[in-house]
């Protein structure tokens, strides 16, 4: 069965740190891409990061370039981001997710999709205060 499970969320202050962890399971992590999105009360969910299965290639959302890091350790089927700097704005539910196709390169742009991705997590929960 595949499942994801998100962990490392809480409450800090604005320019505080947190890094999230993403354990996959059922799947062989290191064959596919991986996105981080997250969804703020009243918003709908967008893309914040991916990463290509082989690692090598990163993508980010213009909001948190430069302040988070995605990352994966395949050999312990797991995801992160580093999340620096926090802001009040970064407050939200955050989501990992597995693309649909193993092995596969995605550009950029598809990497932001929803679509592409076919398995969630439950999400962990992201507070920054002001």
């Known amino acids: 069965q595949v499942q994801l499970v998100e962990s490392g969320g809480g409450l800090v202050q604005a320019g505080g740190s947190l890094r999230l962890s993403c354990a996959a399971s059922?799947?062989?992590?290191?064959?596919?891409?991986m996105g981080w999105f997250r969804q703020a009360p009243g918003k709908e969910r967008e893309f914040v990061a991916a990463?290509?299965?082989?690692?090598?290639?990163?993508y980010y959302a213009d909001s948190v370039k430069g302040r988070f890091t995605i990352s994966r350790d395949n050999a312990k089927n797991t995801l992160y981001l580093q999340m620096n700097n926090l802001k009040p704005g970064d407050t939200a539910l955050y989501y990992c997710?597995?693309?649909?196709?193993?092995?596969?390169?995605?550009?950029?742009?598809?990497?932001?999709?929803?679509?592409?991705?076919?398995?969630w997590g439950q999400g962990t929960q992201v507070t920054v205060s002001s």
């Open positions: 997710a597995k693309v649909r196709h193993p092995r596969t390169y995605y550009s950029g742009s598809l990497h932001e999709m929803m679509s592409v991705y076919d398995c």
């Open positions: 059922g799947f062989t992590l290191d064959y596919y891409a």
């Open positions: 990463i290509s299965y082989s690692g090598g290639i990163t």
